[in-house]
């Protein structure tokens, strides 16, 4: 599966490339755009050994799929948002989860849409807020809540721009057939997107999408 993913990955970066898409900045003011890349390891999380590197919090199956980005750097975008040097800012490893808690391998269409979900997060630039700016409905989206102090700043992994990069990259993974969201959501508009994300269920086969047999085979 692992290998799947770095050849799924390399499709994405070349259509890319072929078909000039941009990735969204910070906001329409930003002009700094990230790209997709295979400069970091693909890896698979919550296996008992010591290579999986998953911290305990995502060691509970809380998570799907986690992308470990190391900022070494913050700067002062504008009031009350910090952007990520990117000068000293890496990819250090993208982790997607194959098996559900009981063994059994998770199929394919829940792990793509994690798969797809990280990368996203690989080409937007990461962002810091201070926490009286953000909403409460902002505050729950984030993977981790690090700080409730007003003036603090904290982490905002799905921002604005996260959706809108994450709508471009299920647009591009649509007109390969490499997934495709269900009838009932496909709607690719940041909103959403984001209201599918969070109410995604690999429990529940209605909310999953499709891929083509192609992806599904061995490579």
């Known amino acids: 599966m692992l290998k799947k993913l770095n050849h799924i990955r390399n499709l994405l970066i070349n259509y890319q490339r072929d078909n000039n898409v941009k990735f969204g900045s910070v906001d329409n003011k930003c002009k700094i755009y990230l790209d997709l890349n295979n400069n970091y390891e ?11 590197n998953v911290d305990s919090e995502e060691d509970d199956f809380h998570y799907h799929g986690v992308t470990h980005i190391n900022v070494q750097k913050w700067v002062s975008y504008k009031p009350g948002v910090r952007i990520a040097d990117l000068s000293q800012t890496e990819i250090e490893w993208l982790g997607v989860r194959l098996r559900f808690k009981n063994g059994d391998e998770i199929p394919i269409e829940i792990v793509l849409h994690s798969f797809l979900h990280e990368l996203a ?13 953000l ?37 591009m993974s649509e ?14 508009t940041p ?8 109410m995604f269920n690999p429990e529940d086969k209605m909310s999953v999408g499709s891929t083509d047999d192609k992806y599904k085979m061995s490579i």
Not at 121 to 133: A, S
């Open 121 to 133: 997060h690989t080409v937007t630039i990461p962002e810091q807020r201070l926490c009286k700016n």
């Open 191 to 198: 909103n959403a997107i984001q209201r599918y994300d969070c």
């Open 175 to 188: 007109a390969m057939g490499i997934y495709r969201l269900p009838n009932t959501h496909r709607n690719f």
């Open 42 to 52: 693909i890896k698979e999380i919550g296996r008992n050994d010591d290579d999986a």
């Open 135 to 171: 909403n409460r409905r902002t505050k729950q989206l984030q993977s981790i809540n690090t700080h409730s102090k007003k003036n603090h700043f904290m982490p905002c992994h799905h921002s604005d721009n996260f959706y809108r990069n994450f709508a471009t990259i299920l647009r």
